[in-house]
């Protein structure tokens, strides 16, 4: 069977068009061509041409913009040497045909081009399963594209009737692929839901970073951590979150996650997609937003990062705003981020300005998930001691005849464990044997 989205591999050359919607704010058009331009240089394509469109009215049913337009455009492609068209708004399976009848050349919309760079880039299983998952979704309604040309009818031989054309076998093999690749998907998520209960037995404090794509997220993870996350300055650079665990400065563990960037207009089905891959966004006590400070857009790409947060159900949990790259930005453009945002952190993860501030952040949104108690411990129970040493912040411990005295803070999520041996007031070591044990 055809795949048509590899045809983008072979396309060297490709006129860009933007469109200005009535519903945009002025200037946004250009700016999401700019950033289309980005993601098509990202395919290692050569951009003959960008052009912007303005809609004064409704989009057009047949070229989504107007015939008139669509026409020229189509001339300029083929004036100027290109063999792709690209066009930054989504386009009905029926538009895309006509434009494609129209110019004799391939046009593709900016849902294909992250569907592309996303294929690209998937590396671990769940990554490459839920692109191909993705990719199915969005090729299944545009099979005509691919086989206009096959029209004969193949026979049933002895199951009768009048056969079926080339382009229903097609479709019922991408549906028959989409339902295998969802079987497997959910097989994988059930894996990932095990290795996240194997985690939790030792519920250390986890946090993910999110972000727009390109700010600086897989950076802040490898400076923290020591990780070696690919880091480059290019648009969805890694896929697959990587956990890691860091040292706080007081001595406490946490789990820090990078996730895949978010982008403006990121294609529903891929939000649905990579649900599994974002759950980490969903389970963790906190999230660290990095945003680029010397992107002109920077207000978008907070704006695009809580909007995704809020489809995947995290805007309400605590977040600590981090602005990154200062050492980069021009003076005034960060005096009105710093008025603006005054309860942000402004960091450089390059020169570690500011790293000390998130890590002491780190600790308070911490603490905040801890519960500070007095536990006495039975002897033959070290293994909960064990626990709160390595899940915990241990102020104090003494051993008396009862047990094990420890004073500090732990998680709340281990308070099913330590509750039973909660003692209120401490007791001191010659009373011990009187004092009574909470829950027991």
Same mark, same amino acid.
């Given at each position: 069977?055809?795949?048509?989205?590899? $045809?983008?591999?072979?396309?060297?050359?490709?006129?860009?068009?933007?469109?200005?919607? #009535?519903?945009?704010?002025?200037?946004?058009?250009?700016?999401?061509?700019?950033?289309?331009?980005?993601?098509?240089?990202?395919?290692?394509?050569?951009?003959?041409?960008?052009?912007?469109?303005?809609?004064?009215?409704?989009?057009?049913?047949?070229?989504? &913009? !107007?015939?008139?337009?669509?026409?020229?455009?189509?001339?300029?492609?083929?004036?100027?040497?290109?063999? @792709?068209?690209?066009?930054?708004?989504?386009?009905?399976?029926?538009?895309?045909?006509?434009?494609?009848?129209?110019?004799?050349?391939?046009?593709?919309?900016?849902?294909?081009? &992250?569907?592309?760079?996303?294929?690209?880039?998937? +590396?671990?299983?769940?990554?490459?399963?839920?692109?191909?998952?993705?990719?199915?979704?969005? =090729?299944? #309604?545009?099979?005509?594209?691919?086989?206009?040309?096959?029209?004969?009818?193949?026979?049933?031989?002895?199951? !009768?009737?009048?056969?079926?054309?080339?382009?229903?076998?097609?479709?019922? &093999?991408?549906?028959?692929?989409?339902?295998?690749?969802?079987?497997?998907?959910?097989?994988?998520?059930?894996?990932?839901?095990?290795?996240?209960?194997?985690?939790?037995?030792?519920?250390?404090?986890?946090?993910? &970073?999110?972000?727009?794509?390109?700010?600086?997220?897989?950076?802040?993870?490898?400076?923290?951590?020591?990780?070696?996350?690919?880091?480059?300055?290019?648009?969805?650079?890694?896929?697959?979150?990587?956990?890691?665990?860091?040292?706080?400065?007081?001595?406490?563990?946490?789990? @820090?996650?990078?996730?895949?960037?978010?982008?403006?207009?990121?294609? +529903?089905?891929l939000v649905e997609a990579f649900k599994a891959t974002l759950?980490?966004?969903? %389970?963790?006590? *906190?999230?660290?937003? %990095?945003?680029?400070?010397?992107?002109?857009?920077?207000?978008?790409?907070?704006?695009?990062?809580?909007?995704?947060?809020?489809?995947? !159900?995290?805007? $309400?949990?605590?977040?600590?705003?981090?602005?990154?790259?200062?050492?980069?930005? $021009?003076?005034?453009?960060?005096?009105?981020?710093?008025?603006?945002?005054?309860?942000?952190?402004?960091?450089?993860?390059?020169?570690?300005? !500011?790293?000390?501030?998130?890590?002491?952040?780190?600790?308070? @949104?911490?603490?905040?998930?801890?519960?500070?108690?007095?536990?006495?411990?039975? +002897?033959?129970?070290?293994?909960?001691?064990?626990?709160? +040493?390595?899940?915990?912040?241990?102020?104090?411990?003494?051993?008396?005849?009862?047990?094990? @005295?420890?004073?500090?803070? *732990?998680?709340?999520?281990?308070?099913?464990?330590? =509750?039973?041996?909660?003692?209120?007031?401490?007791?001191?070591?010659?009373?011990?044997?009187?004092?009574?044990?909470?829950g027991a």
């Amino acid at each position: 069977m055809a795949d048509f989205l590899n $045809d983008v591999k072979v396309t060297t050359r490709a006129l860009l068009v933007g469109v200005q919607t #009535p519903d945009m704010q002025a200037g946004e058009g250009t700016e999401l061509l700019g950033e289309l331009q980005e993601l098509v240089e990202n395919l290692g394509l050569v951009i003959t041409g960008t052009t912007l469109v303005t809609l004064r009215d409704r989009q057009q049913p047949k070229f989504l &913009i !107007g015939s008139g337009k669509a026409a020229e455009l189509m001339q300029r492609a083929k004036d100027e040497g290109a063999d @792709l068209i690209v066009i930054d708004e989504e386009l009905s399976p029926a538009q895309q045909r006509n434009w494609e009848e129209e110019s004799g050349l391939a046009v593709i919309d900016r849902q294909e081009v &992250i569907l592309e760079i996303f294929a690209d880039r998937a +590396h671990t299983r769940e990554a490459v399963l839920q692109v191909a998952l993705a990719r199915m979704e969005y =090729s299944l #309604p545009r099979l005509t594209r691919a086989w206009t040309h096959l029209s004969r009818q193949r026979g049933k031989g002895s199951m !009768g009737g009048e056969g079926e054309t080339q382009l229903e076998q097609d479709r019922r &093999i991408v549906r028959d692929r989409i339902a295998r690749l969802k079987s497997e998907i959910a097989l994988v998520i059930s894996q990932r839901a095990t290795q996240r209960r194997k985690r939790q037995r030792t519920p250390v404090p986890g946090a993910a &970073i999110v972000g727009y794509t390109n700010a600086g997220k897989s950076s802040l993870l490898n400076q923290l951590t020591g990780a070696e996350v690919l880091a480059v300055d290019k648009l969805f650079a890694t896929l697959d979150p990587t956990t890691r665990q860091l040292s706080l400065p007081d001595g406490r563990k946490l789990l @820090l996650t990078d996730t895949v960037g978010f982008i403006r207009r990121l294609p +529903h089905r891929l939000v649905e997609a990579f649900k599994a891959t974002l759950e980490e966004v969903v %389970v963790s006590d *906190f999230l660290i937003h %990095v945003l680029d400070v010397t992107n002109p857009n920077v207000a978008q790409h907070h704006a695009t990062t809580l909007a995704v947060l809020g489809e995947l !159900g995290a805007a $309400d949990k605590p977040m600590i705003t981090v602005f990154n790259k200062v050492d980069a930005a $021009d003076p005034q453009s960060l005096a009105l981020m710093r008025a603006q945002h005054p309860d942000a952190l402004f960091i450089s993860v390059h020169t570690r300005e !500011g790293l000390d501030r998130l890590l002491a952040r780190c600790e308070e @949104l911490t603490e905040d998930n801890q519960d500070s108690v007095d536990l006495l411990i039975p +002897h033959h129970r070290y293994d909960v001691v064990a626990k709160l +040493h390595q899940a915990g912040q241990v102020r104090k411990q003494e051993s008396v005849d009862e047990g094990v @005295l420890l004073s500090g803070r *732990f998680p709340q999520k281990l308070r099913a464990l330590f =509750s039973p041996f909660i003692v209120t007031p401490a007791p001191k070591k010659k009373a011990a044997g009187r004092s009574k044990r909470k829950g027991a």
